[in-house]
Structures are given as C-alpha cells and as structure tokens.
C-alpha cells in the first residue's frame, strides 16, 4: 500500500521529522482557507501516485489565498500519466537552500533493508545512483542489529552532506528507519530533505510504502488505505480481496495465479490486443467469487470482450464450470462476450458442464486469440 | 503427498499432540517429530501471521528441506528468517509457492500429480499456475521433466533461481533446464550471469509481465516494476538471451524450444 504524500508526512511528522505545515484540499474553497491560515507563499500539490509530478503541472505555489484558489481549481480535476487528482496539498512554500535525499528501503536480493543518503535530492533517485553512484552511500541494516549509530554516521557523512547539517539528518534517518522497521514498510524516503536557508532541514515530499501482506498487524496505517487508492476499480477490488491491476486496453482478463495471469496479459498483448486488467481470483472458484469477479470486469466501460483463464490443480475443473454458470444464471444475456479456458482437473467434464452462454476454447493460445477477435482488435 | 508415494511419517500441530490422521502420528513440535519419527524434511501452510514461526522451528530442527507454501508471509518476517538461514544448513524452498516434485518418485508440495510426467527437463519457477502451464505446454508435445521446483513468488525467498540451477545441473537426471521467471526484482538478471559462467545444460526461459505497468504490484508480492523501471521484462529477457538462453514469448514456444533440445 502507498500512502499519499499528506497521508505520509503526517505519519514521519508525528514521529517528529520536521514537515511544512499544511493541508489536503478537496475544492479549491478550502485551498484558500488552508492557504489562509498558514499565511504568506504556499505550494498547492496534486496527490496522485505518479513520479514526475511537478513537470507535468501538478505542483504550484501561490503567493496568496487567491492564488492558491486558482491553481487548485486548475490542479483538482488534471489527469496526470492517467491518475485523475481529487486532492491536493496546501502546505507553506519551503526555502530551499539545498536538496538532499534520504531513504530506507528493501533490498530483496539481500533480504535486508539498505539506509540510504544522498546530497544529490530533489531529483529521481534511481537516476542519480546510474549516472552519479558516488552520490549514494548506502549501508545494510543486519536485522539483528538494526541501524547502528556509526552505520548511520558513515552513511551521513559518506554522502557528503554539510557538517552543520550532519546532525540533524542523522536523525532524520534514524527516525525514518525505525518507522520503516516498525510499521511493515517497504520504503520510507524522503525526496527532497530540504536544506532551509537558516539551516534547518524540512521533508518537502514523502513516501511511506507498507507490506500489504503486513496490514493485519498495522491498524493506524491500514485504516489510510481507503484513501490511498486512486482507481476506484482496483478500490473496489481490493474490498473483494482479488488481486487486481487497471489497464487501459479492451481485452477483460480473468484468471487463477498470478504468473499465469500476467502470461495471460502478455498473450494478448502478443497477440495485437490490448489488456484492460490483471484480475487473479486466487485459488477455487466459488460462484460469489466468480461472480464479483465478472461484475467488476463487466463494470469497466473499457472492456469489450473477457477471457477466462483458469488451469485446475487443487481446483476442480468441473467445481469451476458449476461456479461460473451460477454466476451467469443473473444475465438472461452477457453484457460482453466472454471466453473461458478449462484446463486441469477434471477439465472435460467442467467443458462440458459449462453454460452456452460462453465460449469456450481448449489452449490457452486460441482462447487468447479469439477473445482478441471478439474485442474488435482497435482499441 | 502420501498418495504420490512421499513418505510422510508425522504431522506437527501444536495442541494436537498423540492424535493421529490417515495413519500419520501428530506432534507439538518439529523438534518431537524429527526425535521420534526421524523426519528430515518439512512442508508449512501454516496461515501468514504464524507461517515464519513455523519456518524457523524447522530451522532451529536442523532439517535438510523446508517447503513454505503460505503466501502473504510479512515481508518483514522473511527479513529474519532470511538472517538465521545464513547460519544453518537446512535449504528453503518457498515461501509462497507449490512446492518440489519428481514426478513418479515423490513431492513435497500442493501442486496436483497427474499433470507431471517423468523425462529429461528440470524446471524452476516463481509462479505456481503459470508451472501447471507450462508442463502441460511441455505434455502437449510428449515432453516429461526430471524435477519440478517452485521457487514462489514472494521478494524474499529460500532457494532462488541460481540455487535451483546448480541442482538441475548436478542432477544427472536434467537434460535440459526451464527458467520460468517474471517482473520484480533481479534474481532472473543474476541467474543469467550464473548461466552464462557455470551453465553446461541448455536452459530455455520464459519471463511473465511484458505487459505490466511500473509500480503496480502483479498478484504476486515479488512481482512489481519499481517506478524507476528496474525489474522489467525486458531486462531480464536480454540478460538471459545475452547468457545464452533461449527465451521464448508464449508458452507453446516454450516447448517448441525444448523440444529442439531434448
């Protein structure tokens, strides 16, 4: 789960980092308001889950409350890379004397979290560490002893940062790791840490990404979640507990199994269509889960044809066929054209079971291919 | 698993203690089941919030394999069991996947029998439907495998792709290697660099989420292009085809492709 930026800069503020004072907004009337109450410049930032906000016209300042009025009103409602904004930020414009980033993360090649810093802030991270990796100190965090004091210190000053400085980014980083070690975060960065011109350091953005497979046990952070999606699809989604990813193609897909899902999308793709979704149903197919599953498929005005995609293991072909036909049983006529493959177990009498209100292909290749012909191709 | 023939001589369940299910002894401890029972191998579906526990009892019982198949495991508590395996032996295999079958000798693991066949190709793979797939691909062409080993789709695995290969290339059985890969992560870019140095058998590979978004995570919690486009598809496809992989698009092409080789 990613929070949004105001989502995580409240949390790294509670926990005693140094944030901009500030605000979400819904309408441009509380912008204004916000942008009142804070007094003097301020910057009015969309709160969509897209890097590069900035240059695509998403982060605003605005040196008065009727200013932050208008560029609210401009930035709510933009599509930015696809995400439309609901929200912005109104929080006071920092003075930006330098930009450093901070960061603890996963390293799943090493299974253990990295501490990073970085004099080179402000600017796409990954980035830096291809064209200047000498920018980077980075040090791994031995679980069984968490971030030591001289790790930290190696990596602060590792990174070139000012001795005047030094200290209070220290801490920074200390509290950004202890966040991520006790919150089931994958990553706690902040980009940029800002250098004020009277010295003080300011997290001027915010990430803060939690392991979903953790949420049970984090309560607080698990309750932003509804928030935290900005497709209201895959909010929808994730009430039912699928696994599920909105495209922007024509081709519906349903299937069990991540990696044959993703094959699945893959084959579409290879096949000259254009996948709207990724929907894994997970193991069984009960007929409620096939039906949720269908609905919000069918739902997605996108969508032109489906493909059912399902290889039986544990699961019985035949338990499948009955779950889908229950499903189907509501609709006197399918609002889209739907396509199912049965492979596995007891995959015969599962065909044979299935209602004709579908189609159903043998490989996994034809039916690909044919639910590719139904969607028309020209999405 | 007992009716594929693997010899399972006691279940652990910690309150159920004496009882017994289809014949099969239950202890409270692994640490009780290996002393009685001589068990040298261990399969968890433990549910998530206690499945990490379960996988460092096996640890702390010094068994030679333990099997995870419970998905959704905390991340951060597969960072500890990622530490203790550091000082043991034991070799993991999982969490998060189907586990490990030979086909007509024995499994350890949930996938379903009768779609394997015994022959010459040694597959590894991060996903558990896709590997159904793909040996049925293979079947389709008369092609059987050697071993069959899930490595799971989590971040944070046991046995990854390099320590899969090293097993297919010693084991004299493998004719042939299949590389079953997908986005996240860079074990599949890593292997390929093992591959390219150590690798005397001829692997074929296949890589899922060509198609998928930066930043969205694909089912699997491994399965994720970071928004800075590391883990892609398309990386690790070139690094395989550049060690010598033959990599394939579709699944059919999979067996096309190991068919030219067996």
């Known amino acids: 789960m990613r929070l949004h930026e105001y989502q995580a800069k409240q949390v ?36 969509v889950h897209v890097g590069g906000r900035g240059k695509a016209g998403g982060i605003k300042l605005a040196s008065t409350p009727d200013e932050a009025y208008t560029v609210a009103d401009e930035i709510l409602g933009m599509e930015i890379k696809g995400k439309l904004t609901e929200e912005v930020l109104v929080e006071e414009a920092v003075d930006i004397d330098d930009e450093l980033y901070v960061g603890v993360t996963l390293d799943r090649g090493e299974g253990e979290a990295v501490a990073m810093v970085s004099s080179r802030g402000g600017v796409n991270i990954e980035e830096v560490a291809e064209e200047y990796p000498e920018a980077i100190a980075k040090e791994h965090v031995d679980p069984a002893y968490d971030l030591l004091g001289y790790q930290n210190r190696r990596v602060v000053y590792g990174a070139g940062v000012d001795r005047e400085v030094a200290r209070d980014v220290s801490g920074v980083l200390d509290t950004l790791y202890t966040l991520w070690s006790g919150s089931d975060a994958d990553d ?49 989604a994730s009430d039912k507990g699928f696994d599920y990813v909105r495209l922007s193609g024509d081709v519906g897909i349903i299937g069990n199994g991540a990696g044959l899902v993703m094959t699945t999308l893959d084959l579409v793709d290879h096949y000259g269509g254009s996948p709207a979704n990724f929907l894994d149903i997970g193991g069984g197919a009960k007929a409620d889960r096939v039906r949720d599953a269908l609905s919000l498929v069918f739902e997605d005005d996108n969508v032109e044809a489906v493909v059912f995609n399902i290889f039986g293991g544990i699961t019985r072909c035949d338990e499948v066929a009955e779950g889908i036909n229950e499903a189907l049983e509501e609709f006197d006529e399918l609002p889209k054209p739907l396509v199912v493959r049965l492979t596995g177990t007891n995959e015969e009498e599962g065909r044979k079971l299935l209602t004709s209100k579908v189609e159903v292909e043998q490989s996994l290749e034809g039916a690909v291919q044919r639910t590719v012909e139904l969607a028309g191709g020209d999405s | 698993m007992q009716e594929y023939g693997t010899d399972v001589v006691a279940g652990v369940t910690p309150g159920k203690g004496g009882e017994e299910v289809l014949g099969v002894p239950v202890y409270d401890t ?16 433990v ?43 034991t070799r993991l ?6 586990g490990v079958i030979t086909p007509g000798e024995a499994k350890v693991g949930i996938m379903s029998g009768d779609i394997f066949d015994s022959g010459e190709v040694g597959l590894v793979s991060r996903s558990g439907t896709l590997t159904y797939q793909l040996v049925d691909s293979l079947g389709s062409r008369g ?108 699944p059919m092409e999979v067996a096309e492709k190991v068919e030219d080789l067996v």
């Open chain 1, 12 to 47: 790294f503020a509670d926990a005693g980092i140094p944030t901009p004072e500030g605000r979400v907004a819904g309408t441009p009337e509380e912008a204004r308001e916000i942008a009142e109450e804070i007094g003097g410049e301020v910057a009015v930032k969309a709160q």
């Open chain 2, 143 to 250: 092609i059987g495998q050697s071993s069959v080993i899930g490595i799971g789709g989590d971040p944070i695995i046991g046995t990854d792709f390099i320590d899969a290969l090293r097993a297919f290339e010693d084991d004299p059985e493998t004719e042939v290697i299949t590389l079953v890969g997908e986005i996240g992560g860079s074990d599949e870019e890593q292997a390929a660099e093992w591959i390219e140095e150590h690798a005397s058998k001829p692997v074929v590979g296949f890589v899922a989420g060509r198609t998928a978004p930066p930043g969205k995570r694909m089912g699997h919690a491994g399965a994720i292009v970071s928004g800075g486009g590391t883990g892609t598809a398309e990386s690790k496809m070139t690094a395989l085809k550049d060690a010598g992989v033959e990599v394939a698009e579709t």
């Open chain 2, 47 to 89: 549910p998530p919030a206690f499945a990490s526990d379960a996988v460092m009892e096996s640890l702390d019982a010094d068994l030679d394999l333990c099997v995870a198949i419970t998905e959704g495991i905390p991340k951060h508590d597969m960072i500890r069991v990622n530490r203790r395996l550091q000082e043991v032996d």
């Open chain 2, 93 to 98: 295999v999982g969490p998060n996947c189907p």
């Open chain 1, 188 to 236: 706690a960065e902040i980009n940029p840490l800002v250098v004020t011109g009277d010295g003080d350091v300011v997290a001027a953005d915010a990430v803060f990404n939690i392991d979903d497979s953790a949420l049970y046990r984090q309560p607080e952070l698990a309750e932003m979640e509804e928030e935290a999606f900005d497709d209201p699809f895959e909010a929808k």
């Open chain 2, 30 to 45: 692994v640490e009780e089941a290996v002393e009685m029972e001589d068990a040298n191998a261990s399969v968890v579906f």
